[in-house]
């Protein structure tokens, strides 16, 4: 099976920027989908990001549209999620996962999940 590996998270100001990557091993992530969600106590998991196995779909919610990019580097194993412009609402736990179909992902499941990184943006 894939272990997935987060890294990057911190405590940043507000309108700052952070970037996240997942580090997988195990398994080549070329035969998966991948996607960053974000849970905050209280709420439902929501997912922020996703992509293909090759890039040609990428998917983001509508609250991070403009501000966030996901990219995948399969040569290296890695997913990254460049955030930029900050919200004190981003808050949350940020976890990596994987899934052998997108469209899955875009309904919020995964067969594989991170253990999650801590982002705290500070108004």
């Known amino acids: 099976q894939v272990q997935l590996v987060e890294s990057g998270g911190g405590l940043v100001q507000a309108g700052g920027s952070l970037r996240l990557s997942c580090q997988a091993s195990?398994?080549?992530?070329?035969?998966?989908?991948m996607g960053w969600f974000r849970r905050t106590p209280g709420k439902e998991r929501e997912l922020v990001a996703a992509i293909s196995r090759s890039g040609g779909s990428i998917y983001y919610a509508s609250s991070v549209k403009g501000r966030f990019t996901i990219s995948r580097d399969n040569a290296k194993n890695t997913v990254d999620l460049q955030m930029n412009n900050l919200k004190p609402e981003d808050t949350a736990v940020y976890y990596c996962a994987a899934d052998s179909d997108f469209y899955r992902i875009r309904r919020s499941y995964a067969n594989y999940w991170g253990q999650g990184t801590q982002v705290t943006v500070s108004s």
């Open positions: 195990g398994r080549t992530i070329s035969g998966y989908a």
